[in-house]
């Protein structure tokens, strides 16, 4: 019997009545396939043990349980079985030179496992019969029309389906044969697959076949549309193309331009024009010519063009004509930020130079060569590197040198970057290459004389990528900057008269090779006054005007802005000020719009108290030094000078000595060495030795999660174990740092001018410095020197008379002296 012949007609074959018929079969597993019934499939057998198993049921007349596998394995287990699957009969078989066999089978009828009898060498199993009872009915009828429809619609989108499966399908009548049909041969999940066979009930069983052939049209028409679409990109380009060679022709018939023709032409113009240098002109020439034999649709074009593009649009030759007025630049300078006295002179300096020079120049070009010094072209010079806390003004001081010069300002931020190529760019060969920081800022500035601010250069990153630190030795060297040659451009670039100026926090992290191509200039924290000064006339205005208010609006008393500066600030710049500033112009607005003040308003110190609450900084300098064992000393960090205190400690032990705060290895061996000194000389302190073999001592930093580290704490230790050990307090109001030897003698340290205006920040009368640093007081404001009493000191006997205050029995002493003194001077007088 031909299965695929009889369409209108279910097939009978002799195997019985099926109603709840148990029966033994041999199963043969399927992978990624599944046979229905009244569907013919075929298969190909293999596997010896399954060969064996179709050979039995061929000489034995009987048909064969078939049933899909979970797993898709080769030898699977019984677990790994579906448990309903399908009865076939295999109507042909074919055995291939290979020992497999070609079979093709027609489903029967379900059935279901009960029970695996054994499992070689092939698996036989109890199973039950599983009839199916199919009602046709008109929601069938119109299931099945719906069936044929799509099939019909997937069969052309396809075109892979075989023209007798078509007809087939199409001419079958039998609702659950076509069902079973498209469920064989369509693509769909193993999961739907079996769903399909296990489910009762034609309709439902047609709905959920319908839904699957549905997404798989869905699929199929995006597929043909995105194939249409592509295509139809593909056949525009290449009918563009062919027009644009047909114009080529045209014109050139005509004696006319093409559009190509003219881009280059204009180009060429442009290239002519910008100024260039011999050897950058002579590359752009040839790219041109390059760019003039290609196409348009080519990939290359574009990479050409955008590199001719950034060769044009270079300043070569555009630059800003310099004022060089002193007293102009003295007058914006000062406008613009006040104090900051050496980094002024500087800049002044700069300029007299500058202005010197053009002098000499145009001196030269009169004929006076005879008389004056033959020199190269001219270059900025020195590259000016300000280094200081934040919020001192660094960045805005670069931009009030462009304006003194009536040059145009351009930032770059170097702070983080790990690619050597965001300083010098990406080679022409990469994809998306573009040049590198450097040339950007200057084509968009569009001079080749701006002031440039390289930003928080202490802070360029390292990584396998390269280091950026190392590419701005070219670009910051004037010996080398006179032909900087970007890896995108590849040709050199005059950065001679680019005036480069760097800021940074700290010198330390900047490598050795780059902080010596720099004049560093030191801009140090704000005196209080300064402070005061800065906020009348630059943070005030600014925030009134930036918050929306009028300038007689709100007015500051000067008690105000001391108290802002001393109880919520504490700070070496005038950020955190400018911000509390601006918090109080916004609540007052607040208010006003709320009905519940009127403008004017004059903010008093009570009124900040109001309105910005509890002051965030005290003078804790008193409670802290209270009990004997605290000391003041004073630290430099990046962010300016710091007040800190070092406490020190005693319990019953057996000599050790402790040290915590999360200090580093210099700052522990000064505490090593302050140890040592106090216990050699402990008789002459006045402290009885065998205390140090009777007690651990254990001496702790403050701010505990702050690495700190540096020889300038050892005068502060020292004093800080004296003053426990004698039970003598240190006088609050006195403050110190300087290194300290085994000997006793007190080292110079680095940092005076940082840690003065800390401890004057923090209300210290007294600061003990060594002796060697007194030049660095010349360093300090007037206002400051006048504040603070300085005591130059060159040992540690020294400090410790100064910084201890006298005990209760030096007390009693001088106060039993004091009335006999008295007596013997009235004695004398009446003599």
């Known amino acids: 019997m031909d299965p695929l012949s009889n369409s209108n007609a279910e097939p009978q074959h002799a195997t019985g009545n099926f109603a709840n018929d148990t029966q033994t079969l041999s199963i043969l597993p399927l992978r990624w396939q599944l046979a229905y019934p009244l569907a013919p499939l075929p298969l190909r057998v293999s596997e010896p043990n399954l060969v064996r198993l179709v050979e039995d049921a061929l000489v034995n007349r009987q048909p064969v349980g078939t049933v899909a596998t979970r797993t898709g394995n080769d030898n699977p287990t019984p677990g790994e079985l579906y448990t309903v699957g399908t009865m076939v009969n295999i109507e042909r078989h074919i055995r291939m030179p290979d020992g497999t066999l070609n079979l093709l089978v027609e489903g029967v009828e379900r ?368 010996e080398q ?112 719009q709320e009905g519940k003040v009127t403008f004017p308003i004059l903010v008093t110190d009570a009124l900040v108290r109001e309105l910005l609450g509890k002051p965030r900084y005290d003078n804790e300098l008193a409670e802290r030094t209270e009990l004997p064992g605290v000391a003041i000393g004073l630290s430099w960090t990046p962010m300016g000078g710091e007040v800190m205190f070092v406490e020190a400690t005693r319990m019953p032990g057996r000599g050790k000595f402790l040290l915590t705060g999360q200090l580093g290895d210099v700052m522990k061996e000064s505490a090593q060495a302050a140890h040592s000194y106090i216990r050699s000389r402990a008789e002459q302190i006045g402290i009885d030795p065998s205390t140090f073999k009777a007690s651990d001592l254990h001496v702790h930093v403050p701010a505990g999660a702050q690495p700190k580290d540096g020889p300038s704490a050892g005068v502060t230790i020292a004093t800080a174990l004296a003053s426990l050990l004698t039970e003598r307090r240190v006088r609050p109001d006195v403050a110190m740092t300087g290194e300290i030897t085994l000997r006793g003698s007190v080292l110079p340290v680095g940092g005076i001018k940082e840690k003065v205006l800390a401890a004057h920040r923090a209300g210290i009368k007294t600061v003990v410095l060594p002796r060697r640093n007194a030049p660095d007081l010349e360093d300090l404001p007037e206002e400051v020197r006048r504040a603070v009493e300085f005591e130059l000191v060159d040992r540690v006997d020294q400090v410790l008379a100064i910084a201890l205050a006298p005990s209760e029995t030096q007390k009693r002493r001088r106060t039993r002296a004091k009335p006999a003194a008295e007596s013997r001077s009235l004695g004398a007088g009446m003599c």
């Open 111 to 478: 059935f279901r496992i009960v029970e695996i009898v054994t499992e070689t060498p092939y698996f036989v199993a109890q199973v039950q019969i599983l009839p199916e009872v199919w009602e046709e009915s008109s929601e069938v009828e119109v299931l099945q029309r719906e069936l044929r429809e799509v099939f019909g619609k997937i069969a052309e989108l396809r075109g892979d389906i075989h023209e007798e499966l078509q007809g087939l399908i199409m001419a079958t009548q039998s609702s659950r044969r076509l069902t079973y049909l498209l469920a064989t041969y369509m693509r769909m999940g193993m999961e739907d697959a079996q769903r399909i066979l296990e489910m009762n009930g034609a309709a439902e069983k047609m709905r959920l076949l319908l839904s699957i052939l549905n997404r798989e049209l869905s699929l199929l028409q995006l597929s043909r549309q995105i194939q249409s679409e592509v295509q139809g990109e593909i056949e525009k380009t290449q009918r563009e193309h062919f027009l644009r060679e047909q114009l080529k022709v045209i014109r050139r018939e005509l004696g006319e331009l093409s559009d190509e023709a003219t881009e280059v032409e204009e180009l060429r113009a442009k290239i002519e024009a910008a100024g260039m240098n011999p050897e950058a002109h002579r590359e752009a020439l040839r790219e041109l010519d390059r760019l003039s034999k290609i196409p348009t649709i080519s990939p290359e074009y574009s990479v050409i063009r955008t590199y001719l593009d950034w060769l044009v649009a270079m300043p070569w030759k555009t630059a800003t004509k310099d004022n060089l007025s002193l007293s102009h630049a003295r007058a914006v300078l000062d406008e613009d930020h006040y104090g900051l006295t050496d980094a002024k002179e500087r800049i002044l300096e700069f300029l007299a130079v500058r202005k010197r020079r053009q002098e000499l120049s145009r001196g030269r070009r009169k004929g006076e060569s005879d008389k004056l010094p033959s020199s190269r072209p001219d270059r900025e010079g020195a590259i000016l590197c300000f280094v200081g806390p934040p919020g001192v003004g660094k960045t805005s001081l670069g931009a009030s040198i462009a304006r003194a010069m009536g040059r145009k300002f351009v930032r770059m931020s170097v702070g983080g970057i790990r690619d050597e190529s965001d300083i010098r760019g990406f080679r022409r060969t990469y994809i998306g290459a573009v040049p590198g920081r450097i040339v950007q800022s200057l084509r968009r500035v569009g001079t080749r004389n701006p002031v440039f601010v390289i930003d928080e250069v202490d802070k360029i990153g390292l990584d396998y990528r390269g280091d950026p630190a190392s590419a701005l030795l070219e670009v910051l060297d004037p």
């Open 481 to 592: 900057n006179r032909e900087f040659r970007d890896h995108y451009l590849d040709v050199p670039f005059d950065l001679s008269q680019t005036l480069f100026i760097c800021t940074a926090n700290t010198l330390d992290t900047i490598p050795g090779p780059l902080r010596d191509r720099m004049e560093v200039l030191h801009i140090s924290g704000y005196t209080e006054q300064e402070k005061l000064e800065i906020a009348r006339r630059h943070l005030l205005p600014r925030q009134i005007r930036e918050n929306g208010l009028l300038a007689n609006e709100v007015t500051f008393t000067e008690a105000a802005l001391l108290r802002l500066i001393r109880e919520y600030t504490r700070e070496a710049g005038v950020r955190n000020l400018e911000r509390e500033i601006g918090r109080i112009c916004r609540k007052l607005l607040v208010r006003a």
